[in-house]
């Protein structure tokens, strides 16, 4: 694990012309932290950071001239964003931070590789790259790679207090990337300095935590997570309700090769409670898409497993797919822990029907309802309702002929017409 002469993305020539565009002269750049982390670990790898000795504004200069749109994204703390073929590339100058109140931090710049590296969070993203694929390793993340073991660089307090972020980017690395018992010392620094996070903002948060909830198995993390106090802080929704289903969700997710979807396994944590659920995406800043996900999955009841089919569909054509197949999936992740699997595989055939359903149109008009006999007015309507209503307890079999007959048969009908 010392080079990645055989890393295809690194040979990559936008990487390439990048690092030897900002390595010119006495300067250097070196890619840094997520590509090299997933490239051993075999994670795919989305994005390309880079580190470089080059002040902002000659970061730009140079960037321009190798034919990348250059974005001052953050030039205070170094970093500079540029773009080529629709890719983009954050490039962030050597630094030390020289204040910080647990939110921002006050920088000086600097060409010295080890004081960049000791600056950093954890040990696995502190690791370096040249454009010949040298790796450099001035904290040990290559042998907690080698373990899969998450350590902070340094003093874990020191380094949560700096950003209290980081107490949250620990379990969610850790759900990525980490195995067996967490750090200890870690361990310890999240539970003590638990309060901090009450200093972040709710977009920092929810984006933290929507990560680790999409990592393959976060069932670890959040136990830990909860045993230090740190996931009640920030879900207190999570406190009496629990995190036991967590781990057959996971589970459900694999046998039946769901994608793993952080927002319902947020569902599976929190009390399908409206009042509730709408509070918290509030006080989060859900988006609305989310906001209204979780509302409609808090208000959508579970579905009996042996729901007879004509009954089912009817539930589908009026109802919310989507909530429905939330309730569903949690409903089944929870059914797999019974012996005998019947009333999971029984709500696994209501699934399946749930995604394969097309909608179907009613067959009658209001057109058919004053040819059959019945006067103009709201008289047609609540003729329409009746037939409707028919429809859907016939599973949405009965055909028009059907329908016709059963209004022709009815009594002559002027309630509620127009006089």
């Known amino acids: ?28 750049a070196r890619v840094v932290g997520g590509a090299i982390r997933n490239h051993y670990l075999g994670y795919p790898i989305t994005d390309v950071d880079i580190a470089t000795t080059t002040l902002p504004r000659e970061t730009m200069r140079l960037g321009a001239e190798a034919g990348f749109k250059a974005v001052p994204t953050g030039v205070d703390h170094g970093t500079v964003t540029l773009v080529q073929g629709g890719r983009a590339f954050e490039v962030t100058t050597l630094r030390r931070d020289t204040e910080s109140d647990g939110r921002h931090a006050k920088v000086a710049f600097g060409r010295d590789w080890k004081v960049d590296a000791e600056r950093r969070d954890f040990t696995i993203n502190a690791l370096y790259a040249d454009a010949d694929g040298k790796v450099y390793d001035y904290v040990g993340g290559l042998a907690d790679l080698e373990a899969q073991s998450l350590r902070f660089i340094g003093d874990a307090e020191l380094r949560i207090r700096e950003d209290y972020l980081r107490s949250l980017r620990f379990f969610r690395f850790f759900a990525w990337y980490g195995k067996g018992r967490p750090d200890a010392e870690a361990l310890r620094a999240t539970a003590r300095l638990r309060d901090g996070l009450k200093t972040l903002s709710a977009e920092r948060v929810w984006g933290e935590m929507k990560k680790l909830l999409s990592a393959p198995d976060p069932s670890r993390a959040l136990l830990w997570m909860r045993q230090a106090g740190v996931l009640t802080a920030v879900l207190p929704e999570t406190e009496k309700w629990g995190i036991d289903t967590i781990h057959p969700l996971v589970q459900a997710e694999r046998d039946n090769v769901w994608d793993a979807d952080p927002m319902l396994r947020l569902m599976a944590m929190i009390p399908p409670d409206g009042a509730r659920v709408t509070e918290m995406a509030r006080r989060l800043r859900l988006s609305n898409a989310e906001r209204k996900r979780l509302q409609a999955f808090a208000m959508t009841a579970t579905v009996a497993a042996d729901m007879p089919d004509g009954t089912w569909r009817a539930t589908l054509q009026d109802g919310d797919r989507r909530a429905l197949a939330d309730r569903l999936r949690l409903d089944i992740a929870v059914a797999s822990r019974e012996p005998s699997g ?14 394969t359903f097309e909608p179907a149109e009613f067959p009658i008009d209001g057109d058919d309802v004053q040819a059959a006999g019945v006067p103009a007015g709201k008289a047609v309507g609540q003729a329409l309702a009746r037939l409707r209503q028919r429809w859907l307890d016939s599973g949405l079999t009965a055909d028009r002929e059907t329908l016709l007959r059963d209004l022709r048969q009815e009594a002559p009908r002027g309630e509620g017409a127009d006089q």
């Open 1 to 28: 694990m010392t080079s990645l002469t055989d890393a295809a993305w690194l040979q990559d020539v936008a990487v390439q012309t990048l690092l030897r565009a900002l390595g010119q002269g006495e300067e250097e």
């Open 342 to 355: 019947d009333v999971a595989a029984a709500r696994l055939r209501l699934l399946h029907a749930l995604e």
